[in-house]
């Protein structure tokens, strides 16, 4: 079963996770790790690692790890991140 997940970070970097893969490797997007006490480990939702990224603050992403970065290096005080589980 697939699931997708709507997340919102607040508060600015750092955001508390890395991610892996993307189209440059030949793999899906891919939160690879999410850091202890971190924004994304504080949250309700609870991102985990393995979740695949698909769209970062309403862009869907082509899967590239560098469009996702400079993304979420982007984001100012929000972040939005939609995942599929």
């Known amino acids: 079963i697939c699931v997708y997940l709507e997340v919102l970070l607040q508060g600015g970097a750092p955001w508390g996770f890395t991610l892996k893969g993307g189209l440059e490797h030949g ?7 999410i850091e ?4 994304a480990d504080l949250l309700n939702s609870k991102l985990q690692a393995g ?13 590239s790890r560098r469009e996702a970065i400079s993304l ?5 005080k929000n972040l939005k991140l ?3 589980r």
Do not use: C, F, Q, T
């Open 72 to 76: 979420v290096k982007g984001s100012y």
């Open 27 to 33: 793999e899906p997007l891919i939160i690879s790790k």
């Open 82 to 84: 939609v995942v599929r």
């Open 36 to 39: 202890e006490g971190g924004k």
């Open 51 to 63: 979740d695949e990224v698909v769209n970062i603050n309403e862009v869907e992403l082509s899967s």
